[in-house]
T-cell receptor, first 115, second 114 residues
């Protein structure tokens, strides 16, 4: 079975600074997908970024980027130029690349952006 | 598209009562997932369906929990009888079921059992 571990329950960052959220996972699969979801106080789950395991290039979406280390089974999220609206729970998630399979989530990191 | 629609948004009930949570997936999506979110356990998969057929219900905590998907546009999660430890946010999500298709979440139902 796959497991996803987020070792930082809470983090804080000053507005405009950069912060990195950690995520490690365990799997015997060779091909899979990794995701970061954001959950603001509104409770909505928002997809932030996605990485295919067969791609060596790290995914980037505007101020959000990942550091994907396949051998180390590590998938960290970097948020640059943090904004107050980035305050949320962030969940790392894993999905097997066989289609029609569910996401396995980590327990989340609560990020607070401080003005 | 309206997205995944869940109802009710909030539900408060007394222990022992039956609770039914509802979900309307995005039209055309053929995979549907029910998750439960608590502070202690995070997001746990309860059950998921492909083409209205339950594929894996190993996450359903007890026989008190049941889920149905009578057609492609509707699913229910029922708890009977409910207990205080069932208090959580319950999310429904849907996807196209392809390898690359992302999961779309509803806004969740916050259930409080007193």
């Amino acid at each position: 079975a796959q497991t996803v571990t987020q070792s930082q329950p809470e983090m804080s960052v000053q507005e405009a600074e950069t912060v990195t959220l950690s995520c490690t996972y365990d799997t015997s699969e060779s091909n899979y997908y990794l995701f970061w979801y954001k959950q603001p106080p509104s409770r909505q789950m928002i997809l932030v970024i996605r990485q295919e395991a067969y791609k060596q290039q790290n995914a980037t979406e505007n101020r959000f980027s990942v550091n994907f280390q396949k051998a180390a089974k590590s998938f960290s999220l970097k948020i640059s130029d943090s904004q107050l609206g980035d305050t949320a729970m962030y969940f790392c998630a894993f999905m097997k690349a066989s289609g029609n399979t569910p996401l396995v989530f980590g327990k989340g990191t609560r990020l607070s952006v401080i003005a | 598209d309206a997205g995944v629609i869940q109802s009710p948004r909030h539900e408060v009930t007394e222990m022992g009562q039956e609770v039914t949570l509802r979900c309307k997936p995005i039209s055309g999506h053929n995979s549907l997932f029910w998750y439960r979110q608590t502070m202690m356990r995070g997001l746990e998969l309860l059950i998921y369906f492909n083409n209205n057929v339950p594929i894996d219900d190993s996450g359903m905590p007890e026989d008190r929990f049941s889920a149905k998907m009578p057609n492609a546009s509707f699913s229910t999660l029922k708890i009977q009888p409910s207990e205080p430890r069932d208090s959580a946010v319950y999310f429904c999500a849907s996807s196209l079921g392809w390898v690359n298709s992302p999961l779309h979440f509803g806004n969740g139902t916050r259930l409080t059992v007193t």
